[in-house]
């Protein structure tokens, strides 16, 4: 065996090494900084107050699918009994639909932060995706991948989907940003003393 193949194969190795411990410094800076929008000021208020408040109602929308799934799903079934089973799933998936879209058009109407009703649906969105690729993971290779499809579309796609294209709607007719600091609004800077 040749030294300076040994020499130059350890270089190599130190060099993937040293590659792969600067991806990892990396990785961890960028979670850091997402999850420091999480944390807490020295004041007690919250670094991103839209992230936390659209992260809670995000579950408290969570919660009120399965309520209104729960509810439709004994008051509708008996009425499409006759139906079939596409229908009835599509009728129950729209009226928990538009439950969620109704309960969102409330909150945005009535809270001044137009963003809400919008990051509430971006972060059921990740969950959504998150959940798919999860559970096609899980169930790759197995008979149950169309079972789970199916109860996908119906019960989490269709009612999560639905309200993301009513939210940014919203969102871009009523959102203004903030003006910025540095720049006074028109009316002001004709009133300010020098």
Known sequence: MNPRDDISGFAREAEKEERKKQRKEKWAKR???FWKAF???KDGKPKSGLLIYTF???FLFIGLFILTFFFFIDWLTPMLESAPPALS????SAAVSAVGILAGAL???FLQEKRLFFGTYLWLTVYLAAVLVTMLLMLRGTGGTEAFLYFFLWFMAIPVLSGLPVSYLLFRKDYK?????GEPEPWKKYTQRR
């Open 31 to 33: 979670e850091k900084g």
């Open 39 to 41: 944390l807490f000021t």
């Open 56 to 58: 809670c109602l995000s």
């Open 89 to 92: 799933n599509l009728a129950v």
């Open 107 to 109: 909150l945005h109407r």
């Open 177 to 181: 940003p903030a003006a910025q600091q």
